[in-house]
């Protein structure tokens, strides 16, 4: 199993920073009212643990969760550098970590160890944004936000080479 002590320190902090900033920036994708967006962000570190027990063999993803301080103005800094650039800006720092990390984790030869990965970065994306998703006054916009978010789901699948 690949474990924390495999990486260089830059590359571990690459994976270890990934999914607070898939979980922040999931954020940025769809619309969504400025309630919700507080509500959501308050809970990426629950989010973020809360999925990684989906994989407890894992133990790549399980010393992520082990290493993280609750409070790290580092990720904060970055996301919130990235989230004032906008929806797109936001996107294109989230694949181009996600890039980095799955030629990261392809170097170590563990394909098993990079698809749990990716999986759960898509888990964390997608719970973000069903807890940010905003449905309207009556529900009446169900079906964008819905829609809006199966599309961002589809777009990040595609970036993490992996078929939802």
Avoid: C
């Avoid at 170590?108 to 449905?135: C, D, F, G, T």
């Amino acid at each position: 199993m690949v474990k924390a002590i495999d990486f260089t320190p830059q590359e571990w902090e690459t994976l270890r920073s990934l999914p607070f900033v898939v979980a922040g920036t999931s954020l940025a994708v769809i619309h969504i009212s400025a309630f919700k967006a507080v509500k959501a962000a308050l809970s990426i570190n629950s989010i973020v643990h809360d999925t990684s027990t989906q994989f407890p063999d894992n133990e790549l993803i399980q010393d992520i969760i082990g290493g993280r301080h609750v409070d790290h103005p580092e990720h904060d800094k970055l996301v919130e550098e990235n989230q004032s650039g906008g929806k797109e800006a936001a996107i294109a720092l989230r694949n181009s970590m996600s890039e980095q990390a799955i030629n990261i984790l392809n170097q170590k030869n563990q394909p098993h160890v990079s698809q749990q990965y990716k999986q759960w970065l898509l888990l964390i994306s997608r719970e973000v944004m069903h807890k940010a998703e905003a449905h309207g006054f009556l529900g009446l916009g169900k079906d964008k936000s819905e829609s809006e978010v199966s599309a961002a789901l589809q777009d990040y699948s595609r970036v993490l080479q992996l078929s939802e």
